[in-house]
């Protein structure tokens, strides 16, 4: 049974940061690329980032580049979303996303997990 469980998030203010993790289990975790979505209040969900099954290659959206990084650590099945500069609307509920490859994290993922909410505010 796979099961991604993502952590992390909570309140913080603007220009903080946070790391967002997943655990990964059921699954052979290096075998298949990760990712991340995020999706606003009162919006739709949206493709932030995706990491290649060795890490060797990631892939960000437009709005996050620059102050977000995906990693991951095969050892331990878990993908982290480093998030800097946290702005008002970065405020959404994160979700961890697996796929074959990036491009299928961005367009099909297989799996999601839950999600951590950031709450970003003053």
């Known amino acids: 049974q796979v099961q991604l469980v993502e952590s992390g998030g909570g309140l913080v203010q603007p220009g903080e940061s946070l790391r967002l993790s997943c655990a990964a289990s059921g699954l052979p975790f290096s075998s298949y690329a990760m990712g991340w979505f995020r999706q606003p209040p009162g919006k739709e969900r949206e493709f932030v980032a995706a990491?290649?099954?060795?890490?060797?290659?990631?892939y960000y959206a437009d709005s996050v580049k620059g102050r977000f990084t995906i990693s991951r650590d095969n050892a331990k099945n878990i993908v982290y979303l480093q998030i800097d500069s946290l702005k008002p609307d970065d405020t959404a509920g994160y979700y961890c996303a697996v796929g074959g490859t990036t491009a299928e994290v961005r367009t099909t993922p297989k799996f999601w997990g839950q999600g951590t909410l950031v709450t970003v505010s003053s």
């Open positions: 990491i290649s099954w060795g890490g060797g290659y990631t």
